[in-house]
């Protein structure tokens, strides 16, 4: 523990009283990325930070993705995996380990440590029910032989069109945290592999939430020279996509920001996951420490 006097603890407590208050009742969405699952220290102190805000009457809503961790378990099965436009190629092979790796080993483990730090989670996927309907995924690329637009197959991979949040409402009324695995059902019942800060917004969207935190492992959003942007406008946003500022990864994660916003989501921002406790110094200090994207 902390090597802090117990009147320091009582005024650190007391300082995060408007902050709690602002949240009361609250509906907060979490996107822990699969890259800011670092070790298991971190792991567990995103858990418990999880719970304190279930226990300071917020609803915390967890969309987690597991990216890195599809990734090993494809290399162990010797299955090939590309990327296109930022979106996992899905075929019917790879859409098996996606669900099996989101929906079971991850959602899982993040379940079991919020459970372990006294919280109740519930471990579902979007297909839990009927809970994220999407429709596959259509992109165009410029082909760079001929210079021409052309249409990508992306497979089993969808964009949320309709969320159902009876389920979701039921389990924040009595108190229950839950934690989404990215997957959804197309309209013909096939499962689609749903990136997961897409996910996230579509839900946080749905449910209108006070705050949508994406946790990552870089700052924030940085600037050309590498340096962390701590307040971005969605039309200087925009202007960083078009000019390659924001790339990989990065674009999702910001789409995301900007689709959110306009669907009423209050606050949202993009943080560093791996720093300790980076939930509770975002919502509950006065010490913002990632890029909050705003109108
Ligand atoms: N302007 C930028 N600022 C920060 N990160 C960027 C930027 N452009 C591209 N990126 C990349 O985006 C990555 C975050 O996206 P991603 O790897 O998909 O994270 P996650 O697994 O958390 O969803 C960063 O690690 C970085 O490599
Ligand atoms: C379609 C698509 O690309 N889906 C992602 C889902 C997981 C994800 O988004 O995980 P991170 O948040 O850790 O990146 C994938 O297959 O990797």
Redo the contacts with the bound molecule.
């Keep these: 523990m902390t090597d802090i006097s117990p009147l320091d603890q009582a005024r650190i407590l007391s300082e995060a009283l408007p902050h709690m208050q602002q949240y009361d009742e609250e509906t907060i969405v979490i996107k822990y990325?699969?890259?800011a699952m670092g070790d298991e220290e971190t792991a567990r102190n995103f858990a418990r930070d999880i719970v304190l805000l279930e226990q300071t009457a917020i609803n915390p809503v967890v969309v987690h993705?597991?990216?890195?961790q599809?990734a090993t378990m494809l290399k162990r099965l010797g299955i090939a995996s590309e990327?296109a436009a930022g979106?996992?190629i899905?075929d019917a092979a790879t859409i098996e380990i996606?669900e099996m790796v989101?929906a079971g080993s991850v959602n899982k483990q993040i379940v079991g440590y919020i459970n372990e730090a006294g919280g109740k989670a519930v471990g579902l996927s979007g297909k839990d029910g009927n809970m994220v309907k999407a429709s596959k995924t259509t992109r165009t690329i410029i082909d760079p032989g001929s210079n021409i637009e052309k249409a990508i197959d992306l497979g089993f991979?969808g964009d949320p069109e309709k969320v159902d949040l009876t389920l979701l409402n039921q389990l924040i009324g009595y108190e229950l945290i839950p934690v989404l695995a990215?997957l959804a059902t197309s309209k013909e019942g096939q499962t689609l592999?749903?990136?997961?800060?897409t996910f996230a917004g579509a839900v946080a969207g749905a449910l209108k939430a006070k705050r949508l935190l994406l946790l990552t492992d870089v700052p924030g959003v940085l600037d050309k020279s590498k340096k962390l942007i701590p307040q971005l406008s969605v039309k200087d946003a925009r202007k960083l996509i078009a000019d390659g500022t924001i790339s990989g990864?990065m674009i999702p994660k910001v789409e995301t920001c900007i689709y959110a916003l306009e669907q009423g989501v209050q606050g949202v921002v993009i943080i560093d996951g791996k720093m300790q406790h980076a939930v509770l110094l975002e919502l509950f200090t006065n010490q913002g420490t990632g890029t909050l994207i705003h109108k």
């Design positions: 990325g699969g890259h993705g597991g990216g890195p599809i990327f979106l996992r899905t996606v989101l991979v990215p592999n749903v990136n997961a800060d990864g």
